[in-house]
């Protein structure tokens, strides 16, 4: 992810500085955050863009509409609906939502359903450079 952090003088220092030399924005990232945290929620996820290709593959985009068209109360339930070993689908699931695709509400017990977060998932993959960036659109509210 190309992206700058710093402080609003750092920032304000920067464009004074482009403003008199135009040619040194060209490799400059283009987007600014106060700080890795504002960053990470800003764009959804760290994720590579290499990374999440791989994690959104036919059988995990398949198990993220299982998530939200039959809504399982447990992991064990997913599994079961899925026809996949819970470990295989422990792993998945743990991936896809430190990539900020879903997350687990709390049931009875310690039951957790897991529940689409992300809306959508725009990979901006720069073919000539480091340029490329991975945003996850949230949802309103978790389903």
């Known amino acids: 992810m190309t992206y700058k952090t710093g402080t ?4 304000m220092k920067w464009t004074k500085r482009i403003i008199t030399d135009p040619a040194a924005a060209k490799d400059a990232p283009k987007r600014w955050f106060d700080s890795e ?3 990470t929620r800003a764009f959804g996820t760290t ?3 290499e990374a999440m290709v791989k ?6 985009l398949r198990l993220l509409r299982l998530i939200v ?6 992991l064990h339930e997913l599994a079961t609906l899925a026809h996949r070993k819970e470990s295989n ?3 998945t699931l743990r991936k896809l939502r430190e990539a900020g695709i879903v997350d687990f509400e709390e049931g009875k017990g310690r039951m957790r359903a897991p529940r689409l977060t992300a809306q959508r998932v725009t990979l901006d993959l720069d073919l000539v450079g480091p340029g490329s ?10 389903r």
């Not at 994690?55 to 995990?60: A, F, G, K, R």
């Not at 068209?69 to 447990?74: A, K």
């Not at 960036?133 to 978790?142: A, D, I, K, Q, Y």
């Open 8 to 11: 609003v003088g750092d920032f």
């Open 47 to 49: 994720t590579s863009p």
């Open 55 to 60: 994690l959104l593959s036919e059988e995990n």
């Open 89 to 91: 689908l422990s792993r």
């Open 37 to 39: 945290a504002t960053a």
């Open 69 to 74: 068209s039959e809504r399982p109360g447990s």
């Open 133 to 142: 960036v991975v945003s996850v659109e949230r949802l309103p509210t978790v």
